[in-house]
């Protein structure tokens, strides 16, 4: 599956990969946008500052600098293999602008909801340091960063409870393969990236190419997955628990129902969003 390519911010160009039809679908995650460019152009502009309410943001840096400023008071510099989590729980405006006026500038972004009974949490800040994401290296050179939940008995960079997130970015040399163990009633998928062919699954499996996502199955006998590279390939591997509840979304605000959205709203147009 090819995401959607658009604009946002102040016209940063990048790839809506999991788009707002396959929320429920991917239920918890709410959407993945993968940028890279090496035109200043394309995303000088950055993201000046914008609110944020009922679930959570991970920004995966893989190449170039970004710089966050938040209404919590939180700054953070993201640089190449750093990570960031924030909580917009009840409500936060951030910023994220470059640091550099030239350059490739790489990465993703993840949104992961939260349950009604997070959403009016208060905002939470966290940024990780590439020295901070534990990296598993397996015989063939193959690699894997553990940013959240546990891999390979090691316990990544953050994690999270009722959605147990999942996210492993994983660097598949030709020839090699890896197995991923996932709960069974997770939600998951995968994205390949890096110029890579990836063949998922084993007995019935699919030929991934590079830029392209892969829904997987969560059958009650399914525990994992199996990813074999054709060539040298990058896979970004998210797995999630479900919540199970209503999704209303209106652009930055991510709640249960129409009325939560409409006092989101409120609560930002009279300046009460971060309070």
């Not at 190449?80 to 405006?93: H, N």
């Not at 959403?119 to 994401?133: I, L, T």
């Not at 030929?207 to 525990?223: C, G, P, Q, T, Y």
């Amino acid at each position: 599956m090819r995401g959607q390519p658009t604009s946002d911010g102040d016209g940063v160009k990048l790839t809506r990969v999991l788009t707002q039809p396959l929320q429920k679908r991917l239920d918890p995650f709410l959407m993945l946008d993968a940028f890279g460019s090496d035109a200043a152009s394309d995303y000088i502009g950055g993201f000046p500052s914008h609110p944020h309410r009922g679930f959570e943001t991970v920004t995966i840096m893989l190449e170039g600098r970004m710089r966050h400023k938040d209404s919590v008071g939180n700054v953070g510099l993201l640089e190449p293999g750093s990570v960031q989590w924030m909580t917009a729980g009840r409500g936060i405006i951030h910023s994220e602008m470059p640091e550099q006026q030239e350059g490739r500038m790489a990465g993703f972004q993840l949104w992961v909801n939260l349950a009604a009974k997070d959403k009016m949490q208060p905002p939470a800040y966290r940024d990780v340091p590439p020295a901070d994401v534990p990296v598993v290296r397996l015989d063939g050179g193959v690699q894997v960063r553990v940013i959240a939940g546990t891999a390979l008995g090691v316990t990544g960079a953050v994690t999270r409870p009722t959605t147990e997130p999942l996210v492993l970015d994983i660097v598949l040399p030709a020839g090699q393969s890896f197995d991923a163990l996932l709960p069974a009633g997770h939600n998951a998928f995968a994205y390949v990236y890096g110029g890579g062919v990836v063949t998922i699954g084993a007995g019935s499996s699919s030929r991934v190419e590079s830029e392209r996502m892969a829904i997987l199955k969560n059958d009650a006998d399914v525990d994992g997955v199996r990813l074999i590279a054709e060539t040298d390939a990058r896979v970004l591997l998210v797995a999630g628990a479900p919540l199970n509840e209503p999704i209303a979304q209106h652009g930055p605000f991510v709640m249960n129902s129409t009325a939560e959205i409409h006092q989101a709203v409120a609560d930002f147009q009279r300046g009460a969003l971060a309070a």
